[in-house]
């Protein structure tokens, strides 16, 4: 399955970018969101245990990060999404070094050590999706 980014004004801005190819438990946020806002939500909500309501609550903090489409479309995709949210860290660190970071970025931005990180992008098998 090719991997669009949804939201079509993001791709627009973005400069191409091919990410990495998203294990299967994240496989669905993607399809739903697109690369980036996926991103987004993974690092706001990675680890929680999250409801995703069929309507979307304006100032909810699910609205404040994805919108109140992202979560409309996440909740069409409920049946297939693991209650906690994924963390995929090694997955995101991947994401982090196609937009080009450095190690030591990507470690801050995701809380990790540079050696965990280095570990991460060391078994990048260079399983790249569809450059967007």
Known sequence: MIHQNVEGSDK???PSIRYPKPPAHVEVYVNSLG???CIEFLLA???ADLYVPDKPRAGSELVKVIGPSGVERLAETR???QRRVPLASA???RCFRARGMSQTVIARRLRRSEI???GYLKEDRGD???KL
Do not use: K, S
Request: hydrophobic share 45%; glycine share 14%.
């Open 116 to 118: 965990t990180i280095r």
């Open 12 to 14: 627009a801005q973005l």
């Open 35 to 37: 690369y980036e806002l």
């Open 91 to 93: 997955w995101l660190a």
């Open 128 to 130: 790249y999706g569809e």
């Open 79 to 81: 049946h297939l999404q």
């Open 45 to 47: 909500f990675g680890g």
